[in-house]
């Protein structure tokens, strides 16, 4: 049974920082790909970043250029998100993601998904929510 358990959102203040964490179980990682993703209040769900395992690339969207890391911990299953230099418009849920519709998992198929970095990601943990507010 895949598992995908976010942790490490809160309040923080403008400028400052956060590391988000995603414990992942029962997925392949390694040959295929991880991301965050996030959706602020009234908008659509976007995507953040992502590690392609397979390609051992790391892929982020301009606004976080520069301020947010991705990096994974294959000891502890655990891929985090290092956001720094924190701004209100970073408020959201952010959620980690794997495409789950893959040859390893056939019977797995879901509408809910968001193409990202070439990947269909389509399985989601429950989401941490981060608030970026003085």
């Known amino acids: 049974q895949v598992q995908l358990v976010e942790s490490g959102g809160g309040l923080v203040q403008p400028g400052g920082s956060l590391r988000l964490s995603c414990t992942y179980s029962?997925?392949?990682?390694?040959?295929?790909?991880i991301g965050w993703f996030r959706q602020a209040p009234g908008k659509e769900r976007e995507a953040v970043s992502c590690i392609n395992e397979r390609h051992k690339t790391t892929h982020y969207v301009n606004s976080v250029w520069g301020r947010f890391t991705i990096s994974r911990d294959n000891a502890k299953n655990v891929v985090y998100l290092q956001m720094n230099d924190l701004k209100p418009e970073d408020t959201a849920v952010y959620y980690c993601a794997v495409p789950l519709s893959t040859p390893a998992f056939p019977a797995y198929r879901s509408d809910d998904y968001i193409n990202y970095e070439g990947w269909r990601f389509d399985y989601w943990g429950q989401g941490t929510q981060v608030t970026v507010s003085s």
């Open positions: 029962g997925f392949p990682l390694d040959d295929y790909a």
